[in-house]
C-alpha cells in the first residue's frame, strides 16, 4: 500500500472485481460452490494457493476486460488511486492485470495474503482516505458489506449485466463520485437494483435440499 497517495483529501476506487469476462464470473462462481461443498463434507474451505492459481488461469487467459473497464481506469487516474482488493492470491491478480495491460493504472494489487476485503479498505482509510472518498466497485453481497462495514460507497457491477454496469460507472457514476456527488439516494437506488439480480438461494444451497 505504501504507493497510495497520503491526502486525506484524495479520492480511491477499490475494485474487487479483476478484467475478466461474464464466462469468467460464472466460472469464479464455480469455484466458490467448490468451496462451499468442501466447507460442508468438513474439508478446509480455503483452496491453496496453487490450486486457485490454476483456476485463475484456466478462466482468464485471453480474455479481455468488460467494455469500458480501460475507459473508467483512464478516468479515475486522473483525481483518484484504484486498488485492486479480491480473495485471489496476489500473484495471480497480477499475472491478470498485467497481462491485459492494465497494471499501471492502480496504485496497489492487493490479494487474499493482504488480508480479507474488509481489511483491505482498512488499511486504505488508515493511509488517509475518508469513508466518503472511498468507492468500492463489487459483484457480490460480500463486496457491499465490506464497504459498508468501513462506512465506504459501493458501485454494484449486476450479475449478468456487467457490459452495462461499467458502462453506467463510465457514463455517469465514476463523474459523480469524483465530483463528491455519489450520494446517498443515487447508491440506494443502486443498490436495490443490484439486490434484485441476486438468486433468492445461492446455486450450492439447492444441491444440498
Not at 480455503?46 to 486457485?52: A, G
Amino acid at each position: 500500500m505504501s504507493r497510495v497517495r497520503r491526502s486525506a483529501l484524495c479520492r480511491t476506487a477499490v475494485t474487487q472485481l479483476t478484467a475478466a469476462s461474464p464466462a469468467a464470473g460464472s466460472r469464479a462462481g464455480e469455484c466458490s460452490d467448490i468451496v462451499r461443498d468442501r466447507q460442508r463434507r468438513g474439508q478446509p474451505g480455503r483452496l491453496d494457493s496453487k490450486q486457485v492459481d490454476q483456476s485463475i488461469d484456466a478462466m482468464v487467459r485471453g480474455v479481455p476486460p468488460f467494455p469500458y473497464v480501460r475507459e473508467s481506469l483512464d478516468k479515475l487516474a486522473t483525481t483518484a488511486d484504484v486498488i485492486v482488493c479480491s480473495a485471489t492470491p496476489g500473484a495471480a491478480l497480477k499475472k491478470e492485470w498485467e497481462e491485459h495491460g492494465i497494471a499501471p493504472h492502480v496504485a496497489a494489487i492487493c490479494g487474499q495474503e493482504v488480508g480479507s476485503k474488509k481489511e483491505i479498505l482498512a488499511q486504505a482509510l488508515k493511509a488517509g482516505y475518508r469513508p466518503e472518498n472511498v468507492l468500492m466497485i463489487g459483484d457480490a453481497p460480500g463486496d457491499l458489506a465490506a464497504a459498508k462495514a468501513v462506512g465506504a460507497h459501493f458501485f454494484p457491477t449486476n450479475p449478468g449485466k456487467e457490459d452495462a454496469s461499467w458502462e453506467r460507472f463510465f457514463r455517469e457514476a465514476c463523474d459523480r463520485f469524483l465530483a463528491g456527488r455519489y450520494g446517498e439516494d443515487y447508491e440506494s437506488g443502486l443498490v436495490t437494483e443490484f439486490e434484485s439480480y441476486l438468486p433468492d438461494k445461492p446455486p450450492w444451497h439447492a444441491r444440498t435440499e
